[in-house]
């Protein structure tokens, strides 16, 4: 128990499964027996309980965020092929392979502890915190059929696919739930599908030191953003521009992904100046140093995807790229 006794029947220290199935559930239950190293002495309590709860509903809350944003994307007809998804749906993909290969091992090792915290951190870091965030733009302001949002509805359901079945040996009962709900035609039930396959999205090095270098200059970025929200110069991120300075070649910044900065960022605009270095600084190995300072938003808010844009007047209350999805 969490006082460090032991469970004992005729002690009535025991715990009855069906009483922690009837308060909490059959998943969370399962849930504990998976994340515990059995090879250890477990402990096992209300207050654990409350805690797993809490794992349990990020796993299902960002289950349930995919699949609002799938209600009208069909697979037979909507998925893009690999060959046309956006760099950061591309980096996605690639994320899920990497969690779903370990998750496949740690289950052929029986470390299924693994599987359960390494999914959790997917889904709270790479899938919440990181794209889910970025990528809400795309999802909630680009026109509905337009080729970003369908390769970022291609990511979100390959990944939802393969993270319902990793998860269906411990969540049995949650990953039914969610399978039943995905778009598309499926098997009866999650419990007759294998395990995902390897996705062919598989970043290289460069690319991978790409990503690493640009999520880097992004938590700088954030923290430039903190502060200047902190003493009152913006509310939201979209109410700045972020300048870049510095004699490096932003190409090579880059690493030939293709990023939108600005969205990456979630600010306005982003500008690079060859400039001396000022503001907070950053040194990456082989580009050197980045300056990183922010301005209030040049331009109006857009009153639809809220973005500053020096186009938007009292007269035409929102940007080029929204009037042109009106109409």
């Given at each position: 128990l969490e006082e460090g006794r032991k469970m004992s029947k005729s002690a009535g220290t025991g715990v009855s499964p069906q009483d922690v199935i009837k308060q909490h559930g059959a998943d969370i239950l399962r849930l504990w027996v998976s994340m515990v190293d059995y090879r250890d002495d477990m402990t096992f309590g209300n207050e654990i309980l409350i805690k797993i709860g809490d794992g349990y509903r990020k796993i299902r809350n960002t289950a349930r965020f995919l699949l609002a944003n799938l209600y009208d994307f069909d697979p037979s007809r909507d998925m893009v092929p690999s060959s046309e998804l956006q760099p950061i749906d591309v980096w996605l993909l690639s994320e899920a392979a990497d969690v779903f290969e370990r998750a496949r091992k740690a289950y052929d090792d029986f470390e299924f502890h693994f599987v359960y915290h390494r999914v959790l951190e997917f889904c709270t870091v790479q899938l919440s915190a990181v794209y889910a965030s970025i990528m809400k733009d795309a999802l909630y302001v680009e026109g509905s059929s337009?080729?970003?949002?369908?390769?970022?509805?291609?990511?979100?359901?390959?990944?939802?696919?393969?993270?319902?079945?990793?998860?269906?040996?411990?969540?049995?009962?949650?990953?039914?739930?969610?399978?039943?709900?995905?778009?598309?035609?499926?098997?009866?039930?999650?419990?007759?599908?294998?395990?995902?396959?390897?996705?062919?999205?598989?970043?290289?090095?460069?690319?991978?030191?790409?990503?690493d270098r640009l999520f880097r200059l992004r938590e700088s970025v954030s923290k430039v953003l903190e502060g200047a929200r902190g003493v009152g110069q913006i509310g939201q991120s979209l109410e700045a521009d972020i300048v870049l300075s510095g004699g490096f070649d932003m190409k090579q910044l880059l690493g030939g992904l293709g990023v939108d900065l600005a969205q990456l960022f979630i600010v306005s605009h982003v500008e690079h100046r060859s400039a001396a270095v000022v503001g907070d600084k950053i040194t990456f190995d082989g580009i050197g140093e980045v300056g990183i300072t922010m301005t209030p938003a040049s331009g109006v808010k857009c009153a639809r995807c809220w973005q500053y844009r020096d186009e938007v007047t009292p007269e035409q209350e929102i940007c080029h790229r929204c009037s042109a999805l009106v109409a």
């Open positions: 337009s080729s970003v949002r369908r390769s970022s509805q291609t990511a979100m359901y390959r990944v939802l696919d393969g993270l319902v079945r990793i998860i269906a040996p411990i969540l049995s009962f949650t990953a039914d739930e969610i399978y039943e709900a995905m778009p598309g035609s499926r098997e009866g039930s999650v419990h007759l599908t294998q395990f995902p396959e390897d996705a062919p999205e598989r970043l290289t090095a460069q690319q991978r030191e790409a990503w």
